[in-house]
């Protein structure tokens, strides 16, 4: 026996037979897997790594992971990666315990369409810039069922829809309080410049075109001159891919039906898409039966044009929108031979405006990049006995270099640009334009590392001169900083801002035909202001469920403020520069969750916007003074929105919350507004196609004003509108009651 266990074959048989356990064995080793999750500007912390439809792990601080792994086949593992801000990733990995293994993740704020994050002259992710930029994603702009951008954005934190005038509905978007006419709009990157690009270039873009939504809080001045001065809206319309179309009704219980497609054709690169919209409501409302109507009727039509064309060395980029709208609001008896005349009282706006944008940049981002654009506006008008006519055009040219660096994390970059702003109306008084104003920017942007190599700082520095042909130079520098950390982020924005003299944009409610626009002899000087923000911002999550939070302070002080004063002529509205200072302040904040279908974001806004005036005293003495609050400017405002998307299933419920704010003063009625809270709702169902996800036919059910919030008649006066105490100018809420809609939608 002891011979046979020592002899060679039994020997042998032994080997064999513990190979063959090893290789049985073999599906259950394990392998030693290590990644580094880096994007463009760094390591990305707290990215979650999936595989085999399991959570394996988050990466820390330095982007790093590190886990063991069942090897079935000796290290071919199929992983994917997930971080909110990023495109997901799937990679393939080998698991050899050597090393790890890097994995680039994409920003989905980078490139998109030819378009960019905004506030930096060269593409860079919302994370790694110095600039807070707030960007809401097309599907949850879309999720608000609204009929346009303008009307989705009310429901972000520090950003609110406003209505400029009771009777015709004009509106616009204050960004922090202030108003509209300080907000600059952005298609793809580019101005819409002109006077009603705050009320009119957000309206009528489908909302399926829309890839996101950037806003920008703070001055922007020093990169695109005047307008800039409160933030910056820019609208990055989707990607375009031969074969794409998509289509939308929607019909309400006050009778408002609207209807929009987009269809994409043409190669891969060279791809054009038109996109239509309709917007058709004549059923005139009178739920607070004040005689007139609650909201103006409208009958609007909208094209867009889009092209995109790449080669070797560049993409070239073209966007075109026609815009034409019939819209009034009155007496409810009102007929078309009333209108001019003292028979009914009515205000109707027949207006056309156009859009041209384009843009051509170099593939690599290395070169100078051309961008331009112009816009056209004609309005005819009839604001009780008032006919007023307008027609504006305003063009841009806009050339800069992607830059010059002479040390790895540093560059200069720096263009130039010309504005032909022409303008006429009726308004007897004096705006500032029908002008020429060439000017040069440029930029320092740059970061550090640590010990480590882990960015800790990261700047970006700018500044821009530019000389109206009828004023002085204007210089606007900027200064933004980021100090980063693991998950967070602080960042410090401040700036000079400056505008124009612009009235037909300030007040359309001074045109309705019950008040009239005075200004001094002398004319109006440009405003000026100095801007500060503050912000921090954590990420953070698990395997299941990733969020963020950010806290945020800011203030802008102006010098010069044209002002309008409501209180002293009750049938005027008397524009003049403050003999002081305004100062608009508040703190912020924001939250959102995300994971498993859910979704959750709220928002709170504090707010106090005042003007001191004392004359002939220096800024700090006049801060003393007694202060007057600016009217229309809530005191507090919150947001907040939860959906839930499952099997094709999904509900999204959508509110904010506005406070008190300042009014024109009424004996009768007062100087301050009622607080109020606005709801909306809806369910849907995907089917067709990917159900689970986007689905090909999408049928929404909801209820928009869920709250039934309105606020008083607007109207003062209504008795005799033609007389000197018609009002319409205290609009600071909902005015349309509740209302339920079906809507009905498809992509291909």
């Known amino acids: 026996m002891t011979q046979q266990d020592g002899s060679p074959h039994f020997a042998l048989s032994r080997w064999l037979t513990a190979l063959a356990i090893v290789l049985m064995a073999a599906p259950a080793m394990l392998a030693q897997c290590a990644i580094s999750v880096v994007s463009s500007s760094g390591p990305v912390p707290g990215a979650v790594v999936w595989s085999n439809g399991s959570a394996v ?57 030819g378009a960019t994050v905004i506030g ?117 319309l989707a990607p375009l891919a031969p074969g794409q179309a998509t289509g939308l009704f929607r019909l309400d219980t006050h009778g408002r039906a609207q209807a929009s497609a987009s269809a994409t054709f043409g190669a891969d690169d060279a791809t054009w898409q038109l996109g239509l919209d309709g917007l058709h409501f004549t059923q005139r409302i009178d739920d607070n039966g004040d005689g007139f109507t609650d909201a103006p009727t409208l009958r609007r039509g909208v094209a867009t044009l889009r092209h995109q064309r790449r080669n070797d060395q560049r993409n070239l980029r073209f966007t075109g929108r026609f815009f034409a709208e019939e819209r009034f609001g009155g007496a409810l008896d009102f007929e078309e031979s009333d209108r001019g005349t003292s028979g009914r009282y009515g205000e109707r706006i027949d207006l056309l405006r156009s859009e041209w944008v384009f843009g051509s940049q170099p593939n690599q981002g290395k070169g100078w990049t051309v961008q331009g654009g112009a816009a056209y506006h004609q309005q005819k008008s009839t604001y009780g006995l008032t006919v007023f006519d307008a027609e504006e055009f305003t063009a841009n040219l806009d050339a800069y270099h992607s830059g010059w660096s002479w040390r790895e994390g540093h560059r200069i970059t720096g263009g130039a640009s010309m504005l032909w702003d022409r303008y006429r109306d009726e308004t007897p008084v004096d705006s500032d334009m029908n002008v020429w104003i060439p000017a040069v920017f440029g930029e320092y942007s740059g970061q550090s590392k640590d010990r480590n190599g882990q960015v800790r700082w990261t700047w970006i520095h700018g500044l821009r001169v530019e000389k109206p042909s009828d004023r002085a130079p204007v210089i606007a520098p900027r200064l933004n900083v980021k100090w980063s950390r693991a998950q967070w982020d602080v960042r410090v924005n401040a700036g000079r801002g400056y505008r124009r003299v612009h009235l037909f944009t300030e007040e359309h409610a001074a045109l309705d035909g019950s008040r009239t626009v005075l200004q001094p002899k002398g004319g109006l000087d440009p405003e000026s202001s100095w801007n500060g923000h503050l912000s921090g911002s954590k990420t953070f999550g698990n395997e299941h469920w990733t969020g963020s939070a950010s806290l945020y302070g800011f ?60 004359p002939d005293a220096g800024v700090w003495a006049t801060l003393q003074a007694q202060a007057q609050a600016q009217p229309f400017a809530p005191s507090w405002t919150t947001t907040w929105a939860l959906g839930r998307t499952h099997n094709g299933w999904g509900w999204n419920l959508n509110a904010q919350t506005v406070g008190v704010m300042t009014l024109p003063l009424n004996e009768a009625l007062g100087d301050q507004s009622d607080p109020y809270a606005l709801a909306h709702a809806s369910v849907f169902k995907r089917f067709g196609g990917n159900a689970a996800s986007e689905g090909q036919h999408t049928l929404t059910v909801g209820v928009r004003n869920a709250s039934n919030a309105v606020q008083r008649s607007p109207l003062i006066g209504t008795e005799d509108p033609f007389g000197e105490d018609f009002d319409a100018s205290r609009v600071y809420g909902p005015i349309e009651q509740r209302r339920f809609f079906v809507e009905w939608s498809w992509a291909l």
């Open 57 to 113: 792990g988050m990466t820390d601080e330095t982007g790093a992971l590190t886990w063991e792994a069942q090897s079935p086949d000796l290290g071919n593992f199929s992983i994917q990666i997930r971080a909110m801000g990023f495109a997901e990733k799937t990679q393939t990995l080998g698991c050899t315990g050597i090393g790890p293994e890097e994995v680039v993740l994409e920003d989905l704020a980078v490139a998109l369409g």
């Open 120 to 236: 930096s002259m060269r593409p860079m992710s919302v994370k790694a810039s110095p600039i807070r930029t707030q960007v809401i994603s097309g599907s949850s702009l879309r999720a608000l069922k609204a009929q346009d951008v303008a009307e989705a954005l009310d429901f972000t934190n520090g950003v609110r829809e406003t209505v400029a005038c009771g009777i015709c509905g004009t509106n616009d978007l204050h960004i922090n309080g202030l108003e509209g006419v300080y907000t600059l709009v952005l298609l793809d990157g580019m101005p819409l410049l002109g006077g009603l690009a705050s009320a009119y270039a957000l309206d009528g873009i489908p909302l399926s075109m829309v890839q996101q939504v950037e806003v920008l809080q703070g001055p922007a001045s020093a990169r695109f001159g005047s307008q800039a001065v409160g933030g910056v809206i820019n609208v990055v």
């Open 555 to 614: 203030a802008t002080l102006f010098t010069d403020r044209i002002y309008a004063d409501y209180d002293s002529l009750p049938d005027a509205i008397v524009y003049r520069n403050i003999e002081g200072v305004g100062l608009t302040r508040g703190v912020g904040s924001d939250v959102g969750l995300y994971g498993k279908g859910w979704s959750f974001n709220a928002g709170a806004t504090l707010l106090k916007s005042e003007v001191f005036e004392r």
